[in-house]
């Protein structure tokens, strides 16, 4: 999983909660600038915040995505941490 470094954006719980979801998931995690011409190369895309939690992305430009495992499980997993149908260890969203 690839998400870009917070330079110019908010580190939030959100985000960070889905980092610890995603590597507890045995996914790696790459924080890292990720280019645009990048994008025509990723299966799934989603954004993270407190009013979106976990959002898949269809398209952007002339980029598709699909609603793939990796997001579906995540979003399941987040949504179960925050309303108290899971526990994750040392999660930050605690």
């Avoid at 959100?14 to 190369?41: F, K, M, N, W, Y």
């Avoid at 895309?45 to 598709?64: D, H, N, Q």
Wanted: net charge negative; hydrophobic share 40%.
């Amino acid at each position: 999983m690839h998400t870009p470094l917070p330079e110019c954006f908010l580190d939030g719980i959100t985000r960070l909660t889905l980092i610890d979801l995603a590597r507890e998931r045995g996914l790696a995690v790459s924080e890292r600038a990720i280019q645009p011409e990048e994008l025509a190369g990723f299966d799934e895309m989603f954004p993270t915040g407190s009013a979106v939690e976990v959002m898949p992305v269809a398209e952007a430009g002339p980029w598709k995505f699909q609603l793939g495992p990796v997001t579906r499980q995540l979003r399941t997993d987040y949504l179960d941490l925050v309303n108290g149908r899971s526990r994750v260890r040392e999660s930050r969203a605690a």
